[in-house]
DNA sequence: GGTTTTATGTAATTTTACTACAAAACGGAG
DNA sequence: CTCCGTTTTGTAGTAAAATTACATAAAACC
């Protein structure tokens, strides 16, 4: 029989996202499974509450068909397979499904950028490279001063990380503005860690921003979208893919995961300080908010 | 039987997250139920590879008691009960069992904060209010120009806002300073929207903006945690609920939803815009990515 | 064109989910 | 405490679904 042999590897596959998984594997399926195939891509939804013989008919096909197909994609059996799906499908329609409308209404809007913005932060997180990430935060960790580089919307994401990482006692700056950023770049010195994020990674000063820094000896993290220039000027590339696309509505999904990611980071670091320092930052917190709630900053 | 009278409502439900119907229900279930409830939560995943029988004997209840308890939840049956378990388990394990421990390496702290993210968003959709939504989008289509109001890590927000809107045409501002925002709240007029960004809604002087802006004659829609303070002061109340709780190590949460909040509201009036406009915006888009590429900004 | 291999459907079998009914537990009223 | 009504739970049976075995049809190879 097709594909048996191949069973076991595929079972311990990371078995996310069946819907990727079928629509990658339909090429090499039988004819009838990839009827079957088809199907299932056109109304997942609908196979949920379907049981074999009603996918049978709806693919046109024998009811073992079905059951062959659910083998052949690397599942144990049709309960099985349906279980998978519901997995996959749990935000929604898949991303490539919310493509916006110029007729969608608002409701309609809201739901699909939630939606592909969580499915492209689970796209981000399964992509993440946990080896240079483990990297970055031992570099953090041990940094004198912290330096966050960025323009634009990459540029919210360093502010957003200054604010951060001052509550763990490491000194923190943010350089939006390009000559502050040389500047600053080339008074680096070691001890210091410089953090440049840009979803491009080939923006040309930004490139220079790393060079300069770590010609100084600062150890230099990069935060980008893809394996750009900017990673090979760094110690440590921090990527993060997203499934950004083309389309002029689709918004900027980088930022997002780049958040997530700097929540990690100074999370992770501040849980390497000592009891005393966190038990300081939880000071810091109440204060900020006994002062919210009674005065203005 | 217990509780037939309301499947039909239950039905109707947003059917989302059975983990969290569960635990809400536990309570007012059956003794038998709420061993099987309790098996159920304590190893979902175990369950979704479970048959009836297996679930019986886990929980020392006979069959059908597993069905009722099936019944009682708001399923239509068992099958029915796995799928919709299913779909809640995407993110992995509920966001109540990914607290953090100080013992988790940063492979651990990583999938946590991806899952309690994406959990919250989840739940911030699903309560987002539809209706404030598309009387934010009616207000800010209109607007003659909009100034983004917020402190710290809203003022994160507010920066990205402002980053955001002039693209649709419309000139906007971001006051992050105290004074200024007073300032430029007390200049604003009839036409003029104020957008005002507050997780907790209850810092007095951003309040005052909200007060000092609408008496000038200005729209106010606010962006907040909670039903707070702030949003008896505006026009339209946006409000993102998150499922921030108070351990320390807990990264914020709101600021993320908040930005997808804002995502939402620029794609919407960006989709109201005539289409001379949005060939303006791809044209600026194209420019931008253009000069990423050769020369710094 | 015949033979081997692969793909698909038919029919039987096993397993699973679900239902009807009866026994047990519970709760009040006399 | 005992009787009766209600609710809860289990036993046994039934219907339906998933899976398997086998046979036939199609394709590929010589």
Redesign the pocket.
């Known amino acids: ?2 594909g048996e042999a191949d069973d076991n590897e595929r079972e311990t596959r990371s078995g996310r996202n069946m819907i990727e998984i079928i629509r990658t594997m339909r090429a090499e399926l ?5 009827k079957v195939a088809d199907v299932v891509l056109k109304d997942p939804q609908r196979i949920l509450n ?7 008919t709806l693919a ?9 197909f ?2 052949a994609i690397g599942c ?7 279980i998978r799906l519901a997995q996959s499908l749990a935000f929604g329609t898949p991303a490539t499904h919310s493509v916006l409308l110029d007729t969608d209404d608002p409701e309609t809007v809201a739901e699909k950028i939630f939606e592909y913005t969580m499915t492209s932060l689970d796209w981000a997180r399964s992509h993440l490279d946990r080896a240079a990430l483990r990297k970055a935060i031992d570099i953090l960790a041990q940094a004198r001063t912290i330096e966050f580089f960025g323009f634009g919307a990459s540029g919210i994401v360093a502010r957003d990380a200054q604010q951060k990482f001052p509550l763990f006692g490491v000194p923190c700056g943010a350089q939006l503005d390009s000559h502050q950023q040389i500047m600053i770049a080339s008074m680096m010195k070691q001890g210091d860690v410089a953090f440049v994020i840009s979803n491009t990674g080939t923006t040309r000063s930004i490139i220079e921003i790393a060079r300069v820094a770590r010609a100084n000896g600062a150890a230099v993290i990069c935060l980008t979208g893809s394996d750009s220039p900017l990673a090979s000027y760094s110690d440590v590339a921090l990527i993060v893919e997203t499934l950004e696309n083309t389309n002029m509505y689709t918004p900027t999904i980088s930022r997002i995961a780049a958040l997530v990611v700097i929540d990690i980071l100074s999370t992770s670091v501040a849980m390497r300080r000592p009891l005393e320092d966190q038990a300081r930052i939880h000071n810091m917190k109440r204060q900020l908010s006994d002062i919210r709630k009674v005065q203005p900053i």
Do not use: I, N, W, Y
Not at 30 to 34: A, G, N, P, Q, T
């Open positions: 029989m097709h039988r004819k009838s499974d990839r379907a049981t074999v013989g009603e996918t049978a046109e096909v024998s009811q073992p068909t079905v059951l062959r659910a083998m144990r059996g049709f309960q099985d397979f349906k």
